[in-house]
């Protein structure tokens, strides 16, 4: 039997560490990141098509006219979303799809989706996110001071997901989302 792939969401206060536990994620399991479309410059070492598609603010507000996005925020003074194509394709294929998304797509997604998994993933504290900003060293301390502030909002959010899973140890995370992602296929779908 051919099942079609989870749609799972996932959100994270920024410098939480969920990039390193999704790549881990996908190594063990049949997963693939969604590559969104931002309006914000690239970091050093992101590569467009990859990390994200890197796009002018004309261009995405024309897919946004063309109904190409699954959902779409702005956040911090950029844009970011996801572009429709590729999500479904791979599913029907039976990939588990993971959107690494902030808080209201993510609801976007849930009230869309209704068959979506939704998790959040949360550091140990304020301080240590605030200490892993730093650490990264890509933003400037006007801009870490933002993102605590978003982060802190955001922790508030957790309540409407599914899952809660916390980082306080790399391969800990990781086993608790896979055995959530692996819970999840083995669920009834009476509609397949
Ligand atoms: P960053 O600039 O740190 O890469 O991302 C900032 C925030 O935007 C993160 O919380 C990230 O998960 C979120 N984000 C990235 N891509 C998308 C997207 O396609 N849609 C939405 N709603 N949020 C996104």
Redesign the pocket.
Known sequence: MNRKGLLLVV????GCG?GTILAEVCKRMSCQVSV???T?SPRPGEIDGQH?YFVTKAEFEERIQNNQML???E??GNY???PKDKVEALRAQGVHVI????V???MQILKRCPDAVSIFIVPPSIETLRHRLEKRGTEDSATIEKRIAAAATEMQSAVHYQYVVMNDALENAVDDFCAIVRAETCKQRPNE
Do not use: F, M, N
């Open positions: 959100s994270a206060p920024s969920k969104s479309a931002t914000r994200y959902e779409y925020v956040y911090c970011y979303g996801t959107l690494e998304i902030e209201q797509g993510a």
